[in-house]
């Protein structure tokens, strides 16, 4: 029986890339209009091959391109980038089809929903908060609460404790295969891939179930405790 669904939240419950995609080059272009000389997409290259190298949270990733390519930081320019970065991100934030109806049909059934995320707390909850999603989970876990990322057994393990349920009970909901789908069935936890954020190209995820929408989930849940009845 299933009784709980722990999410990952970036490419799964929100199209995060689309936002970070968006986000950056509103920040280039800021950045052009305070002065930075040099070509948009090459600024825009340099951004992401750090992001792919560092981490896709840096939180001063601006400052690090402009050191690399200048030596030295131009506040200006910094500044003008933070704020075109800020402005299109929140305007481009956004959940993916059916993740509201999905998650108010779950709770409706009395099933218990957490979020478990790689990005630090406070990112984590500034993006639930500004989707509006803040009611619907009982627990978040993020890579500040175990220090370590999936698919390490440590927050999966931390996640379920919270949600007072058994791992093969729950099932797991995310984008990236290699953390999610991996972590979750190393302990037991059932697992779905969330296929229409798929980021990576991956062709096989080893998931117990793929979705091509999120609603997906109500039915694969509903059938699974059908049985149990």
């Known amino acids: ?22 986000a950056v080059d509103a920040a280039v272009d800021a950045m052009i209009d305070a002065g930075l000389a040099m070509p948009k997409q090459e600024m825009i290259d340099k951004i992401f091959k750090i992001y792919w190298a560092e981490g896709i949270e840096d939180q ?33 934030m956004t959940l993916y089809p ?17 979020v478990l995320s790689d990005a630090p707390r406070l990112s984590v909850w500034m993006r639930i908060v500004g989707l509006g999603l803040h009611h619907y989970f009982e627990h978040v876990v993020t890579f500040d609460d175990t220090g370590e990322k999936k698919p390490s057994p440590r927050p999966f393990q931390k996640i379920i404790s ?7 009970d729950a099932i797991m909901v995310g984008d990236w295969a290699e953390r999610d789908i991996k972590g979750a069935k190393a302990l037991g936890i059932r697992t779905a891939w969330a296929k229409y954020g798929n980021e990576f190209d991956t062709k096989v995820s080893g998931a117990d179930h793929e979705l091509d929408d ?9 059938k699974a405790n059908e049985k149990r009845d």
């Not at 998650?103 to 218990?112: A, R, Y």
């Not at 919270?162 to 093969?168: I, Y």
């Open 1 to 22: 029986m299933i009784k709980a669904v722990i999410f990952d939240i970036d490419n799964t419950l929100m199209d995060f890339m689309r936002m970070k995609r968006a």
């Open 98 to 114: 059916h993740v509201r109806l999905t998650l108010t049909e779950l709770l409706k059934s009395g099933i218990k929903m957490g």
């Open 60 to 92: 001063n990733i601006f400052d690090k391109v402009l050191l690399e390519e200048f030596g030295q930081i131009d506040y200006r320019i910094l500044a003008a980038g933070i704020i075109g970065y800020k402005q299109a991100k929140d305007g481009h």
């Open 162 to 168: 919270l949600l007072d349920v058994d791992p093969g």
């Open 214 to 222: 999120i609603h997906d989930l109500v039915a694969i849940i509903g």
